[in-house]
Structures are given as structure tokens and as C-alpha cells.
């Protein structure tokens, strides 16, 4: 849980670091001599040289001076060594707990598994940069960025590898609360697996998904900087959806007959991006609040939804209703950097109530196994 939390961390920190435009400082990536900063004034003018050298310097910072370099390059040094901490403080005591067999079998699969995705994140995270190093990349003169296909891999890496790390902690916990009364355990499983509980068990697995490409589809956003443009809600122009020839324009295509309009446009078109992300919002939040009615509305499930699960309910509503407040201002009010990573911390913390909502609603099948074994191994 410790390394979900500074999962959590270093994916608000990341967002600030993109936002403060500090992401393209590091033109290098050095994995073990990279974990100091320069400490000599030669070696920072060596890596100012490098920076100026690069798109983001020539077109947007040509006189920044090397005050606000060290700013910037702090940032995202910042951000990789969290990264690496981040690593060493997962694969270190992970080794030491299954070189012990101090955890099952299963539970050693999923650690190797997220140990996988930390190391691959960080491969993932020096190739979104590069792509913002090489002016080839972008269109002539424009603004310098990373791709929005590569920096949106690198955001659902951190999302996936966050959600496991959350996801087995909590099963952990919950798989000990009860082995520790395998009496009332057995109540409890048995009610988790009543029929008219497992449509809502359901829907909360698709409201994850849900969730999940919703913030995705914020990453897209970022990417192409969309938040700037139609700074107003719930109209884009004016009607609610901008013109078909600007959604689907020939533009983005990159082929002679035109054949990749239909899938472009929604990856690299900001006006029809930014419009998907409303629509995923908007549908995600009217998903929350039916899934909550159908708490209050449905006798059945009322009669069986346990207690914890009311409350986790309750949670993702009001996640999701501060998301969508902080979605809106952070667009109508031009992207401020308080508000826009506001709004990425929000999404995770939507997505970790969802997981949290499901950890108490869900049949935990380990747990289940181990507590008939112990409630059988109690009846002898």
C-alpha cells in the first residue's frame, strides 16, 4: 500500500512536471550515473548546452538563462529519482519476502509481474521524452511537445501498475480481516455471493474500465495541449459539438486517399479529442450517479448490499462529482496549473475509490479458498 501511495505521488508530480514544461530539461538517460545532479559548474554548463540544443529551447527558451534551467532540470530530475525510489523500494523488499517464501506462490507471479511494469515504465518514460527531443516529430515551428500517443502509454503504465499495487494490498488486508474470524468470514462470503448482488458486481468492474479509458482519453488531451481551445462547457462554439469538417478534417490525414481520417482525428485532432473526453466524462459520471440510484431503487439489492459497500458507493459519488468540478474549471479557466493537476490526481483518486468500492463487493476467490479450509479445518 506504501507503493501505491508513491505511485500515486510521482503520477501527480509527473503532471506537474509536464506542465511546468520541465519534462524536456534532461536530454539524456543515464538510469545509474544520472541519480546525481551536476555539482560542478562546468558539468551544468554541459548540460545546458545540451538543452539548448534542443526544439524546446530554440522555438520556446531561447533566453533562458541557467538560473531557470536548474528550475526546470530539478523538476524532472526530481520525478526520475522518485521513479528509481520508487523501483528500489518495491524489487528490494519483494526479494527479500520470496527469497524468505514469505508470500505464496500466486502472490509471487503478481510481485514479479509489477517489478515488470516499474522497470518497463521507466524504459517507457525515457522513450515519451525522446520523442520530444526530435523536431521530426512535430509539424515545422510548432510547439514543441512529447507524443500524445507515447505520453498516454506512459500515464495507463503508471495507472495499471498503481491499480495493482492498490488492488493487492487490498486483498491482502482484506484476506487477513477474515482468516481472523473465519466464522463471520463465512457469512460474509456467503452474502457476497447472493445472486441479486452479482449485476452490481458487474457494473462496478465496468465502471473501472470505464473510468480507467476515460483518464486515458486525458491523456490525449494533455498531449495536444487540447484544454486550450473551446475554454467553455457544456458548448464548443456554437453548438455542443464543433462542425463535422473540423472533427473529421482532412488535415491529420497522411495517406494520399484519405483512408486514415477516421481513425486520426480522434487520436490527433484536439477539437475532436477534447469532445471525446467530454463525452467519456459525461458518460462516466451519469454511470456513477445510475449505478448509486440503482442502490437506492432496487429493493433486492438493498435487502443484500453489505454495509461496507454503501459507503464505498458513496465515495465514488463524491470523487466523481469533485472530478467533474475540477474537470470543468480546469477548462474554463485556461488550464492553470493548480487546477490541471488537480484534475489528474482526481481521476486516480476516482479510479481508486471504484477499486476500493470493488475490493468490498467482489468475492476475493484466494480468501475464499483459505477461509473454507480453516472453517473446516475448525469443524474437526
Known sequence: MGSAASVFGIVVFGGLTRLTESGLSITEWKPVTGSLPPTKDADWDSEFAKYKASPESKLLNPHMNLS?????YYMEWTHRIWGRIVGMSFVLPAIYFIARRRVSAPMTVKIAGI????????????????????DDLFAPGSHPRVSQYRLTAHLGTAFVC?????????????????????????????????????????????LAVLVFFTAMSGGLVA?????????????MGPGLTPPKSELFSDFYSRTPDKSDVWWRNPLENPSLVQLDHRILATTTFTSVTGLWAYTKLSPSLMKVLPVASRKGMHGV??????????????????????LASAHQAGSL???????????????????????AQKFAAIGK
Open 349 to 371: 483518486a476516482l479510479l481508486s475509490s471504484v477499486i476500493i468500492l470493488g475490493s468490498r463487493t467482489w468475492i476475493p476467490a484466494r480468501a475464499s479458498r483459505l477461509v
Open 317 to 338: 459519488v463524491g470523487f466523481v462529482l469533485l472530478q467533474v468540478v475540477l474537470g470543468i474549471s480546469t477548462l474554463i479557466y485556461l488550464v492553470p496549473l493548480p
Open 162 to 206: 498503481y491499480t495493482s499495487m492498490l488492488w493487492n494490498g487490498l486483498s491482502i488486508l482484506r484476506a487477513h480481516k477474515l482468516l481472523a474470524d473465519p466464522v463471520k468470514a463465512a457469512d460474509i462470503l456467503t452474502g457476497l455471493k447472493r445472486p441479486e448482488l452479482k449485476i452490481f458486481q458487474r457494473l462496478i468492474g465496468a
Open 223 to 235: 498531449g495536444l495541449d487540447a484544454g486550450l481551445i473551446y475554454n467553455e462547457f457544456p458548448y
Open 68 to 72: 531557470e534551467f536548474k528550475s526546470i
Open 115 to 134: 517489478a515488470g511494469l516499474i522497470g518497463f515504465q521507466g524504459v517507457l518514460g525515457w522513450w515519451m521524452v525522446k520523442s520530444g527531443l526530435k
